[in-house]
């Protein structure tokens, strides 16, 4: 269920992909009805012209979760920015030690690390559709982000739960991470607060928001999601 939550605007900014260039678009989306706006019929897969989703919200708010359904049904390549912090920890690389108690400390490892790894699995890929979960976590994440891509995002999709479910998930996750813990979490929701809901603003703004509300099963929220992907005509698995 979609509605429109904010005014119409045009997208004027410089964009890789010619697709959503100046195309009419809505600020901002919320879930209410299942009607959201048709794209045009797409020629992103014969043009490779990567499709990016950065996807966006609080630890805990089930952006993985999400992103395993969206690779499922839309063959997307899920890409977590923490995951790749977390392979370059374990492979005891030059900078694993510094990423490792930058996550511990709830914070932000710094911008050009995080893109280098992104851009490096992206290079890797055949595909051109990508999610990238996690990223960006702040303004300086989004900036460097544009400067060294020359792109911005062609979705971008925020999941919106409150805290104290987030600390619940969080805390019963299991995965073994270092930073699932009650201290750790604290830290990570002020982060996410200070640094990363600017972000959601700015793409709000840019009328590249679609917010989706966070709470309820797994399939219920992804009910919300699948509609933002099939408005773009991409192939889905049956
Ligand atoms: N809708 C949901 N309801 C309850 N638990 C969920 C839901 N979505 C995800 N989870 C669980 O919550 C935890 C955090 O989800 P995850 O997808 O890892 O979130 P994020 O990547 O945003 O931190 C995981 O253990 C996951 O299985
Ligand atoms: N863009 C990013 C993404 C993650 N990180 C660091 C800081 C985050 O707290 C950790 C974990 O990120 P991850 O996306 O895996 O965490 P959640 O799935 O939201 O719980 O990694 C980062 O520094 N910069
Ligand atoms: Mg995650």
């Not at 509605?3 to 009419?24: D, E, M, Q």
């Not at 690390?113 to 699995?121: D, F, N, S, V, Y």
């Not at 797994?218 to 408005?231: A, L, M, R």
């Amino acid at each position: 269920m979609w509605r429109r939550v904010t005014s119409v605007s045009h997208l004027t900014f410089a964009h890789k992909s010619t697709v959503n260039k100046n195309a009419c678009t809505f600020k901002c989306w919320e879930s209410f009805t299942t009607e959201i706006p048709r794209k045009e019929k797409t020629t992103y897969q014969r043009a490779k012209t990567p499709f990016i989703t950065f996807v966006l919200g609080g630890p805990g708010s089930g952006k993985g979760t999400q992103c395993m359904k969206i690779v499922e049904n839309f063959g997307f390549t899920h890409l977590s920015a923490g995951e790749l912090l977390r392979r370059e920890i374990a492979s005891n690389s030059a900078d694993g030690i510094m990423i490792l108690n930058t996550i511990k400390e709830g914070k932000i490892v710094p911008s050009e690390l995080t893109i280098k790894l992104i851009q490096k699995e992206m290079e890797l890929s055949d595909n051109y559709k990508f999610l990238i979960d996690g990223f960006p976590r702040s303004e300086d994440n989004r900036k460097a982000f544009e400067q060294i891509f020359g792109a911005e995002p062609d979705v971008v999709l925020f999941f919106d739960c409150p805290e104290d479910e987030m600390v619940k998930r969080v805390l019963n996750r299991n995965q073994g991470r270092v930073d699932d813990n009650i201290d750790t979490i604290k830290k990570r929701l002020k982060v996410f607060t200070a640094l990363n809901l600017p972000v959601v603003n700015h793409y709000l703004e840019k009328g590249k928001l679609y917010k989706i509300n966070g709470v309820g099963t797994v399939d219920e929220i992804y009910k919300q999601v699948h509609p933002v992907f099939s408005s773009f005509h991409f192939e889905v698995r049956v």
